[in-house]
């Protein structure tokens, strides 16, 4: 009888722990923000990676480059479409693209801006000499020519819309790097100040008022490998067309900084080999550092169209993975908090992934999937918000 008695009751408490458990994980569901989840769309015509995802005027997205390209055989364009979810083959482009930047100009054509270093410049791109922007009409579906850039960049280079007519590009160097400034409508480009950051990091839109260009990044001192610990934080005047360091960040290899509606600047990356952010005032640039943070490798952040940030994780190599396993977070701005979201449909590589805020709020990921785990050619997602 006691045996019994005794299996009765293990019975029951583990029965009463179970429903215990059960009303904690309701309750948790309940007291948790609810953000969104992500599911499967279309499959592109080609696994791509290094390539750009643009929001056109009527909705559709243009996927350009990041294939299997190189000086003999041009990188390849296709459409998304949301209303479908379906992707359509434009053609070929006219050069190889990859790791390159484009930008929307006022008048529904994508100008496409190379951003590789000078090595995989100079190979890709020895048939035009300096490098070439590329045009995309959605008019008439076709890829032109416009102009060439006035200088090579020694390694990365970042591409920001200043105006409805003119683009500021600079890059990283050993040297002193120098910037310039591509004319959208003459199709020109004019050398103008040098920066004082040599290894740029991140770049914010928006900050101020005519000086709204922000830029994260080392300023490196005597070696290449030696560099001051904290990164700079340096602003260039759209009006006197000038850079100014103007302070110092924590975050010593940032991922990206983005503006927030309350005029404050997201900045996330690592700080002594630890993730954090900061969260950076765009008025009097003062800061505040927040070190424990969700440990995940968001390589990807976009701006969703309630002001929170979405931050995909990827898969990297597979020591990488033996480290972590890659999440997707959402940035509350207004509770300075991250919230883990559900897992992605599919392993994708963490160098891949491009995110493209659609019209109506979804977000569009598209990008190879992880090597040794996942076929290179996969489906492409939506992130889907919650309804509020």
């Known amino acids: 009888m006691k045996i019994k008695s005794k299996k009765s009751i293990a019975i029951i408490s583990l029965f009463l722990i179970s429903i215990l458990l059960i009303c904690l994980y309701i309750i948790y569901?309940?007291?948790q923000p609810q953000y969104g989840y992500f599911e499967k769309t279309g499959t592109p015509n080609y696994a791509r990676a290094g390539h750009s995802?643009?929001?056109?005027?009527?909705?559709?997205?243009?996927?350009?480059?990041?294939?299997?390209?190189?000086?003999?055989?041009?990188?390849?364009?296709?459409?998304?479409?949301?209303?479908?979810?379906?992707f359509t083959m434009i053609g070929n482009m006219l050069g190889c693209w990859l790791g390159h930047k484009a930008i929307l100009s006022t008048d529904n054509k994508v100008f496409f801006?190379?951003?590789?270093?000078?090595?995989?410049?100079?190979?890709?791109?020895k048939k035009n000499g300096k490098?070439?922007?590329e045009v995309f009409d959605p008019k008439t579906n076709k890829f032109y020519y416009a102009g060439k850039l006035k200088q090579i960049s020694p390694r990365r280079r970042s591409v920001v819309k200043l105006n409805k007519n003119e683009v500021l590009i600079f890059g990283d160097s050993s040297n002193l790097p120098t910037a310039e400034i591509y004319?959208?409508?003459?199709?020109?480009?004019n050398i103008i100040d040098n920066l004082e950051i040599n290894n740029i990091m991140a770049v914010c839109q928006n900050v101020l008022p005519h000086k709204n260009i922000l830029i994260i990044g080392i300023k490196f001192i005597e070696k290449k490998e030696d560099y001051e610990e904290d990164s700079f934080l340096e602003i260039f005047d759209i009006k006197q067309k000038k850079f100014d360091i103007v302070g110092t960040s924590k975050i010593s290899i940032a991922a990206d900084s983005i503006k927030l509606p309350n005029e404050k600047i997201f900045i996330y990356g690592e700080h002594d080999w630890h993730f954090?952010?900061?969260?950076?005032?765009?008025?009097?640039?003062k800061s505040e550092f927040y070190e424990k943070i969700p440990r995940f490798d968001a390589y990807s952040m976009v701006q969703l169209k309630d002001g929170n940030i979405l931050l995909v994780g990827g898969s990297g190599t597979f020591i990488f993975q033996m480290v972590h396993t890659p999440t997707q977070y959402i940035y509350d701005y207004k509770k300075n908090n991250f919230y883990k979201l559900p897992s992605l449909n599919f392993k994708r590589n963490r160098y891949s992934t491009t995110l493209t805020v659609l019209k109506d709020g979804r977000v569009l990921l598209t990008g190879k999937g992880k090597e040794f785990e996942s076929p290179a050619l996969i489906p492409a997602e939506l992130y889907i918000p919650a309804k509020k």
């Open 29 to 31: 569901l309940y007291v």
């Open 53 to 86: 995802a643009t929001l056109l005027n009527d909705g559709r997205v243009l996927i350009a480059g990041g294939d299997n390209c190189n000086e003999n055989k041009p990188s390849t364009a296709e459409v998304y479409d949301p209303k479908t979810g379906k």
């Open 113 to 125: 801006f190379n951003t590789l270093g000078s090595k995989e410049m100079k190979r890709l791109m």
């Open 131 to 133: 490098p070439t922007v």
């Open 183 to 189: 004319n959208l409508k003459g199709n020109s480009s």
């Open 276 to 285: 954090a952010h900061e969260i950076l005032d765009s008025n009097t640039l």
